[in-house]
């Protein structure tokens, strides 16, 4: 079971109106487009980049049914699930299964970066593992996020529930990547470790990885097939160039502060790209003409048109 799920997931954005309510007519191109790219397995819905942590539990249950919908049958859909209760996010991750999800992915609740146990860690993935029949993934998070960053014992303690099959690798540190697949893998060889990291995509996959669950997928999903294309394919002088390129662009978006920008600084990208018509945002958050610039320029780059 666990191979079917290897490869590339773009995780996708959620495009608003201007009363900040869910665009459906747009979300529908948004992913059509990404899931029709050659070489795209499927999508992270729900995740960081579909601002998870203000969307609602219906909302978010609308938006995996309006992508259920608008992509085609042979793609693959892991639904993300952030929720402080783990009561919540067991029955909002059965409903998600139940409206089309192929595999769940369980995020840590922002909160935990201030403090949790393994013991707490692992009785929240256990309440939600034993509500979904499905394959789960688990998240690791950056090693600059504190508690959300899970340690060995943690992670092996997450492997023993009976149906989690893989890890969304962020560490977004190449070291600790390296790390924690030799040490997952020395558990289980069939574990799926995803390098999820899009600024450190290029040294991870010439390491070794099972696929990847990344947002800069969403915004040039060709680019980044051709990236992993060529690192598999051994050729990685044009592999290197083209990952210098994409490094500009994935530090203007994810490394540069406040890091709770992100999703911002995709929207802004895809809707300067013309592939949604604006790049709003459900909280408050936006960009100054600084940063629209550096994005510009970052796309430019790399050879798109805007």
């Known amino acids: 079971m666990n191979s079917k799920f290897k490869g590339i997931y773009a995780a996708n954005i959620v495009p608003l ?4 309510s869910i665009d459906a007519e747009n ?3 948004h992913v059509r487009d990404i899931s029709n790219v050659k070489g795209i397995k499927g999508l992270l819905v729900n995740g960081h980049a579909s601002e998870n942590f203000i969307l609602s539990a219906n909302e978010q249950l ?4 309006i992508i259920k919908q608008s992509i085609k049958k042979e793609s693959s859909i892991i639904s993300g699930v952030n929720f402080e209760d783990p009561q919540k996010a067991a029955r909002i991750a059965k409903e998600m299964q139940e409206s089309g999800a192929n595999a769940i992915l369980i995020f840590p609740p922002f909160s935990w970066s201030q403090g949790i146990s393994t013991k707490m860690i692992y009785e929240h993935h256990k309440i939600i593992s034993e509500a979904v029949q499905g394959p789960i993934f688990i ?3 950056s090693v600059n996020s504190g508690h959300l960053s899970y340690t060995k014992e943690t992670l092996s303690e997450l492997m023993n529930l009976k149906n989690i099959i893989g890890i969304k690798e962020g560490s977004w540190n190449t070291n600790s990547y390296i790390e924690n ?19 450190h995509i290029y040294p991870c996959f010439k390491y070794n990885s099972d696929g990847s669950q990344v947002s800069l997928a969403a915004i040039v ?3 980044i097939v051709e990236l992993i294309t060529n690192i598999q394919s051994k050729n990685f002088d044009l592999a290197k160039d083209l990952d210098k390129k994409l490094l500009i662009l994935a530090q203007n978006i994810y490394g540069k502060y406040p ?3 992100a999703t911002a600084r995709i929207k802004y990208c895809l809707k300067v790209l013309g592939k949604i018509p604006r790049d709003t945002m459900r909280s408050s958050i936006s960009l100054d003409d600084k940063e629209k ?3 510009e320029n970052s796309l430019k780059s790399i050879g798109m048109k805007i």
């Open 17 to 20: 109106k201007t009363d900040k």
């Open 293 to 295: 610039l550096q994005l």
């Open 62 to 65: 609308q938006i995996l049914k």
């Open 181 to 199: 697949y030799k040490f997952l893998k020395s558990i289980n060889q069939n574990f799926l470790v995803m390098a999820s990291g899009d600024e």
């Open 221 to 223: 999903p060709e680019k």
């Open 259 to 261: 890091p709770s920008f």
């Open 27 to 29: 979300l529908a191109k």
């Open 139 to 141: 998240y690791q998070s």
